[in-house]
């Protein structure tokens, strides 16, 4: 028996340690799919990259003899300081305050969504990218930030991190909304905020697994291979990788006309979507040989279908869809959602297939699993990823025959 399902969920979530970007982990991960798609025959193509790698370490935040449960911010730097304790509220709070070498608490409005990283441009709201620029002219000698909860921007994790982002130089810190009430009344004081945390140059890589003559008709699927920090990412998404490898398996002898790009980006989940910068660059002015991006994220939750959401599909595209979810096992047509990677695609004009489970789609606003350590195989059932596969194969021969 060539491995399955169960053994490539194993060897992702629990052989492996972790998969961020830039961890021993992540390494681990592509040069385990870059094994298996090697065996089935494809060509890949690796691309290497720098990357940060990041050790949490812990933080401590007291008032006198007062100690504070503060969590060091994903990628930011340590910091050891005694400052005055100020605080803002809202952006106009914000444009006010006197911060710099403070500590300062952020709260309110403030704090309601997970900040884009500021070099992101995928998505970045104008709010988000004023409160960055406003934080980088204040100058405070380290931020503290009160957060509750956010699942469709920062997944199930409470308290979130305000700030995510290697490329912003302040040391932060974040903390839960009781802990924050405890803190709003004793601004004016003097604080001292030790983080361990600590950035590791490192690397990564982003690899496309190809089969197929022609470059400019090609089908691209894709499925991020990154996860969050402290999460197994069972559903989010090695279930997506999962499928990826067993489609390299099943197009083993896949000799037609049209390539067929097997795409695990790197970075999905990543401050700075390294994997998915590099594809963009590759492939600049040439994403109108891509028919097709079918995107793999989410998949295979234990309970309820799974979901395959079309975007901008030509009429007898969608009709080949259709036939194939007709006669598809636990599968429904979903409808449209965009915290994924075919939005890259999507942005680029190229119709897309988004797959995930129906769970996802009617929990993107408030389920606490994602980028959580509940993320684990146990919630995966391997059979959808089968049911997934066969689909997206049989969708593929009957909408772009040989
Ligand atoms: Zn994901």
């Known amino acids: ?44 193509e690796s691309t290497p990259f720098q990357a940060m790698d990041w050790q949490d370490g812990g933080a401590d935040f007291r008032i006198g003899e007062k100690v504070f449960q503060v969590f060091p911010s994903p990628y930011s730097t340590g910091c050891s300081l005694e400052a005055c304790l100020t605080s803002a509220g809202t952006i106009a709070q914000l444009e006010e305050v006197d911060a710099a070498g403070k500590l300062l608490l952020l709260h ?29 002219k204040k100058a405070p000698g380290a931020i503290l930030s009160v957060t509750s909860r956010n699942a469709a921007l920062a997944g199930g994790v409470y308290p979130f991190p305000l700030i995510e ?16 009430q405890k803190l709003l009344p004793l601004v004016g004081n003097s604080g001292s905020l030790t ?22 008709k090609r089908i691209v699927i894709s499925a991020h291979i990154d996860a969050k920090l402290n999460t197994p990412g069972a559903i989010d998404n090695a279930t997506g990788v999962i499928v990826l490898l067993l489609l390299a398996e099943k197009l083993k002898d896949y000799q037609g006309d049209t390539m067929i ?7 999905e989940d990543y401050f700075a979507a390294s994997g998915q910068m590099i594809y963009l660059e590759q492939n600049q002015n040439r994403f109108n040989e891509i028919l097709i991006n079918i995107n793999i994220d989410g998949a295979g939750y234990y309970e309820g279908p799974s979901a395959f959401s079309p ?92």
């Open 1 to 44: 028996m060539p491995p399955g399902c169960d053994d490539y969920l194993r060897i992702l979530c629990l052989d492996i340690p972790q998969r961020p970007v830039g961890s021993k982990g992540n390494r681990m991960a592509t040069a385990f799919f870059q094994e298996v798609v090697d065996k089935y025959g494809w060509i890949v």
């Open 108 to 136: 309110d409005e403030l704090t309601k969504e997970q900040l884009m990283p500021k070099n992101f441009v995928f998505y970045n709201p104008e709010d988000h990218q004023r409160i960055i620029a406003l934080l980088e």
């Open 165 to 180: 982002d290697g490329d912003f130089q302040i040391p932060s810190v974040y903390l839960t909304e009781e802990e924050g």
């Open 195 to 216: 983080s361990r945390a600590k950035r590791v140059q490192s690397e990564g890589f982003n690899l496309v697994a190809r089969k197929g003559q022609d470059h400019k």
């Open 261 to 267: 790009e097997l795409l695990p980006l790197n970075g």
């Open 311 to 402: 975007f901008n599909l030509r009429e007898e595209i969608q009709k080949s869809l259709d036939e194939v979810l007709a006669s598809a096992e636990d599968i429904d047509e979903g409808g449209a959602w965009y915290q994924g990677d075919h939005s890259i695609f999507l942005q680029q004009s190229v119709p897309a297939i988004a797959v995930t489970s129906r769970w996802f789609l009617e929990n993107i606003d408030s389920q606490e699993i994602t980028h959580t350590p509940k993320d684990q195989p146990a919630i995966v059932n391997c059979d959808k990823l089968v049911n997934i596969t066969e689909a997206i194969y049989n969708f593929i021969l009957k909408a772009y025959p040989a």
